[in-house]
């Protein structure tokens, strides 16, 4: 079966500094990984995909298939990152049918 | 471009009974899932239309159903319902249910509370 693990609930950083969300995955096939954002009083909304390669307002992730890791990263953390940010695998073929960690919540003061 | 639009955004229903929630995908978009969020077990996935067929399924029980209509409008029913039934359902909409860089749309919602 397929997991997805965010072992923080809650990430607190200081304006500027650099962040980390980490997602470990368990799957056993080829996985397509994504990071969803949702701020405050938003819906949910994808932030990248692993097959991309793209930056997202500054947020980066890259699949690490040695270490089933798909850390969400960012040099400067800024207030409006603030938000919960869940990750999310899906089965090649199925791009549709997501199974999400339980998210970590980011939180940046100042 | 109009997003995923859910109907109705919040209802209260007495254990027992059934309740349907509507989904209005984005324009043009023929693949719609549908998620359940609930504080213990977080998102998790029930099912999703492509065509007006049922293309995934998740682990729930058959009290959870749904369909898709021909304008790619889904609906999902929940009969008998339970006090853990309690939860935000979201709706997803995407071109296809394929790999490859589709991006998935998600509604605002609908806040189902069962007393």
């Known amino acids: 079966a397929q997991r997805v693990t965010q072992p923080e609930k809650l990430l607190s950083v200081f304006k500027g500094a650099p962040v980390e969300l980490k997602c470990n995955y368990s799957?056993?096939?080829?996985?397509?990984l994504f990071w969803y954002v949702q701020y405050s009083r938003q819906r949910l909304q994808l932030l990248l995909r692993?097959?991309s390669r793209e930056s997202i307002k500054g947020f980066t992730a890259d699949l690490n298939k040695g270490e089933t890791s798909f850390h969400l990263k960012k040099p400067f953390a800024q207030e409006e990152d603030s938000a919960m940010y869940y990750c999310?695998?899906?089965?090649?073929?199925?791009?549709?049918?997501?199974?999400f960690g339980t998210g970590t919540r980011l939180q940046v003061t100042l | 471009k109009a997003g995923v639009t859910q109907t109705p955004r919040y209802l209260i229903k007495t254990r027992g009974q059934q309740v349907t929630l509507s989904c209005s995908p984005i324009?043009?978009?023929?693949?719609v899932s549908w998620y359940q969020q609930t504080p213990g077990q977080g998102l998790q996935f029930l099912f999703e239309?492509?065509?007006?067929?049922?293309?995934n399924k998740g682990n729930f029980p058959g009290r959870f159903s749904g369909r898709q209509f021909s304008n790619s409008r889904s609906e999902m029913n929940v009969s008998t319902l339970e006090l853990g039934d309690s939860a935000l359902y979201l709706c997803?909409?995407?071109?296809?249910?394929?790999?490859?860089?589709?991006?998935?749309?998600f509604g605002e919602g609908s806040w189902l509370t069962v007393v």
């Open positions: 997803a909409s995407s071109t296809s249910s394929g790999t490859g860089g589709n991006t998935i749309y």
């Open positions: 324009s043009g978009h023929r693949s």
């Open positions: 239309y492509f065509s007006e067929t049922q293309r």
């Open positions: 799957y056993s096939g080829s996985p397509e």
């Open positions: 999310a695998l899906s089965r090649s073929g199925t791009a549709s049918k997501l199974t």
């Open positions: 692993h097959i």
